[in-house]
């Protein structure tokens, strides 16, 4: 059986080709698959009987199966555990935010990063998703929330799940390409932003890709030393050039560059590491979203009180960073960041 979903309207004609299947009908099918929810030809009743059990017998709409799922006690945030066929499972979030629907998907299952306040890279990477698989997170959302309400759709995406997406490069590439086309859920570039750990030589290509997403680079600390502490991914492409390959990516794409810090008490919230911040935005079309850290206590990183990070932000802003601190959405299950998965792998 061959595998449909994730084909692009491309690749799908050309599996239909041996089948006879006229253009319109691909482009039907694709709608059926990405828009209205199919899961298999039976449901697709604008084709003739004969030909929905002549491609039933030799096609599969592959989805994965919602194997948990949390909500927050706000009810604003869902999280679900995906599981695809293999047995592999990721996480995938819905944020309703009040400027629409927000989704963060994951690009692998795990991740082999390593960074130091992250639970999704405690049992390293199991496998790179393909871009089907990535966009299956999307669709599996966006037909709940259709059953929810006519008409209702995500808005927004970000690519700040499992795994380093710039890892996963070329998945990830045709699945933003993917994802675009009308015959899917038609996503505007401008409303995607890929997150990353600091993937230099892939941060360039990015900027040459003619894709105006929204970049947001994980800095987490202002200084080599203290940066490699965190994230072991700095070892390999330091600081300095993780810099350069943002202002680079804003340079090309007139796209303001986010960086994501984790505040952690007494560790990168100091007035030296503002110092440093500071130094590090000056002259950057960029800004800087604070997300006080959800403790990991196995590690000692803790947050900081309310007064150490209102101090911080102050001080960025005081010194003309542009500056945000993250909004807290289901505190109760964000705490739980990459566990979902986890539980069920130790299960
Ligand atoms: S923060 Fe991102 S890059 Fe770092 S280990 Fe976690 S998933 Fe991987």
């Not at 253009?23 to 039976?42: E, L, P, T, V």
């Not at 800095?219 to 390959?245: C, F, G, T």
Request: aromatic fraction near 6%; hydrophobic fraction near 40%.
């Amino acid at each position: 059986m061959i595998d449909i979903f994730g084909m692009t309207l491309d690749e799908l004609q050309a599996a239909l080709a041996p089948y006879k299947v006229q253009k319109f009908r691909a482009k039907q099918i694709a709608q059926w698959m990405y828009q209205r929810g199919a899961r298999d030809f039976a449901a697709m009743t604008n084709l003739s009987k004969q030909l929905r059990e002549t491609l039933s017998a030799d096609l599969v709409i592959g989805r994965p199966k919602i194997k948990d799922r949390l909500d927050s006690q706000d009810g604003h945030t869902t999280k679900f555990l995906l599981e695809y066929a293999d047995g592999t499972a990721v996480e995938t979030v819905l944020m309703r935010q009040p400027y629409g629907n927000s989704i963060c998907v994951s690009t692998q299952a795990g991740c082999n990063m390593g960074c130091a306040f992250c639970a999704s890279t405690l049992h390293g990477m199991a496998r790179d998703l393909s871009k089907g698989e990535i966009l299956a997170q999307a669709v599996t959302i966006e037909d709940m929330l259709r059953e929810e309400e006519a008409g209702a759709k995500v808005d927004t995406m970000v690519i700040m799940g499992s795994g380093e997406p710039l890892m996963n490069y070329d998945n990830v590439i045709a699945f933003l390409r993917l994802i675009h086309e009308d015959y899917t859920l038609g996503m505007g570039y401008r409303n995607i932003t890929l997150s990353t750990s600091g993937i230099v030589p892939n941060m360039l290509r990015l900027a040459e890709e003619g894709m105006p997403i929204s970049l947001s680079v994980s800095l987490h600390a202002p200084n080599q030393e203290l940066r490699s502490q965190l994230m072991p991914i700095n070892r390999k492409y330091p600081l300095v050039d993780v810099i350069a390959a943002a202002k680079n990516y804003a340079d090309k794409t007139k796209r303001r560059v986010t960086y994501e810090y984790i505040l952690i008490d007494h560790l990168n919230d100091g007035e030296e590491q503002a110092r440093e911040l500071t130094a590090l935005m000056k002259g950057q079309l960029a800004s800087v979203n604070l997300i006080p850290i959800n403790p990991v206590v196995e590690r000692n990183l803790m947050r900081p009180s309310k007064a150490r990070i209102d101090w911080f932000e102050k001080y960025l802003m005081d010194h003309h960073v542009n500056v945000t601190v993250r909004r807290e959405m289901g505190v109760d299950i964000q705490a739980a960041c990459g566990q979902l998965r986890n539980k069920h792998l130790k299960d």
